[in-house]
């Protein structure tokens, strides 16, 4: 009991962190309303803290099949640190946000092709918005998309050479999978595969709808709020890793559908020998 109340407080702490990293980065000139970071952050680490020191599941799923949920974690962490560098870079800029903006704007400039994501972020700014601006937001897709692809890649091998998610022994799709319900909807395994690829072709998609839908809705969302450095590392970041997100867990539902057909064809081979030996 005390190592999961240990254990729910540290998820916990580390998830208020990532809600006040942007505020703890960038200069206090940045940050309008540190009430609004606190209270955010307060709210999340106690959603984390309640949900890990339950023994009963409510929402996060893969619970207790690291390390998919550490992975997006390390992910979020990232995307929003290396946001916040780059946003800081232009008030406040240090040897670290210097090394942040080059590395963005290598990668944004390598990302920005005929039709990629980063091009599209790019298009959907309005053509008076001062080039710097759109330079940062380049820099910044740039730089979530290559985390976010990261974690992707990392995650497939950790699927083929760490054999997840059985070598942290038996998977509980209850507890795992809390908002999936096995006992209803036909076969489980066809469940499994359709969501798994319904998430992994959203996932894939939503990266070039999302700038297209906000070009299109330009008279109701105006893309130059991406000026204020808080909104565009929270916009960027969500653009880049919830699709990652929604891919690692496709990934994952279509991991497990494989592995119940597998346990349920060694179960009917065992079946015909024992008929056989019979």
């Not at 800029?93 to 944004?108: D, E, F, K, N, Y």
Request: positive net charge.
């Amino acid at each position: 009991m005390f190592a999961r109340i240990t254990g729910a407080a540290i998820r916990g702490i580390m998830v208020a962190m990532l809600f006040a990293m942007p505020t703890l980065i960038l200069p206090a000139a940045a940050t309008e309303s540190p009430e609004i970071v606190l209270f955010i952050a307060l709210l999340g680490s106690a959603m984390a803290f309640s949900e890990y020191v339950s023994h009963f599941p409510s929402f996060v799923e893969f619970r207790n099949a690291p390390p998919i949920n550490r992975m997006r974690f390390a992910a979020a962490a990232l995307t929003v640190g290396a946001l916040s560098l780059l946003a800081a870079h232009p008030q406040a800029p240090t040897g670290l946000t210097a090394l942040v903006q080059r590395l963005g704007g290598w990668l944004g400039s390598q990302l920005d092709f005929a039709y990629s994501p980063v091009q599209l972020a790019v298009l959907m700014m309005p053509q008076q918005v001062p080039e710097a601006t759109v330079l940062m937001v380049r820099d910044a897709a740039g730089l979530a998309c290559a985390i976010a692809g990261a974690a992707i890649a990392v995650f497939a091998l950790v699927i083929r050479v760490g054999n997840w998610p059985v070598g942290n022994g038996a998977f509980n799709v209850w507890v795992n999978l809390p908002l999936f319900d096995p006992t209803t909807g036909g076969d489980v395994v066809q469940r499994l595969q359709r969501d798994g690829r319904i998430n992994i072709v959203a996932g894939i998609l939503l990266p070039f709808a999302m700038p297209a839908a906000v070009k299109l809705a330009s008279g109701l969302v105006d893309p130059g709020m991406l000026a204020a450095p808080h909104v565009l590392i929270w916009v960027i970041s969500a653009w880049a890793l919830v699709p990652a997100s929604m891919i690692m867990r496709g990934m994952a539902m279509l991991r497990i559908s494989g592995l119940i057909a597998q346990k349920r064809r060694a179960a009917g081979r065992d079946a015909d020998a024992a008929m056989q030996t019979a």
